[in-house]
Nanobody
Framework: QVQLPESGGGSVQAGGSLRLSCAMS????????MGWFRQAPGAEREFVAS????????YYVDSVKGRFTISRDNAKNTVYLQMNNLKPEDTAVYYC?????????????????????WGQGTQVTVSS
């Protein structure tokens, strides 16, 4: 079982910034495609961003392009989501996901959630 503890959530006003972190232990981190997903109350879980094992390619949902940046530090076994210019509609529980069998690009288009390992989620609340 892959452990993916997350940190960095919180409450901010619109226009503010947060950085989420997700650390993997005991695995060959660079072999995993990593992603961030979110789920708002009453809504389905949705893709936010993903990154290849090398960090060379990234993918984003249109609503966060230009505001969010996914990155990874393979030496620290950690993936990050830098969120700038936050909006109230970004309010959700954010989940880190890891996959050996799914590419980062595929994460962005196919809902293969059972194939992923998940973090416990971290709450992000943006007030207007």
């Amino acid at each position: 079982q892959v452990q993916l503890p997350e940190s960095g959530g919180g409450s901010v006003q619109a226009g503010g910034s947060l950085r989420l972190s997700c650390a993997m232990s005991g695995r060959t981190f660079s072999s995993y495609a990593m992603g961030w997903f979110r789920q708002a109350p009453g809504a389905e879980r949705e893709f936010v961003a993903s990154i290849t094992g090398s960090g060379g390619s990234t993918y984003y949902v249109d609503s966060v392009k230009g505001r969010f940046t996914i990155s990874r530090d393979n030496a620290k076994n950690t993936v990050y989501l830098q969120m700038n210019n936050l909006k109230p509609e970004d309010t959700a529980v954010y989940y880190c996901a890891a996959s050996l069998s799914t590419t980062a690009q595929r994460m962005s288009v196919v809902k293969e959630y059972r194939a992923y390992s998940w973090g416990q989620g971290t709450q992000v609340t943006v007030s207007s």
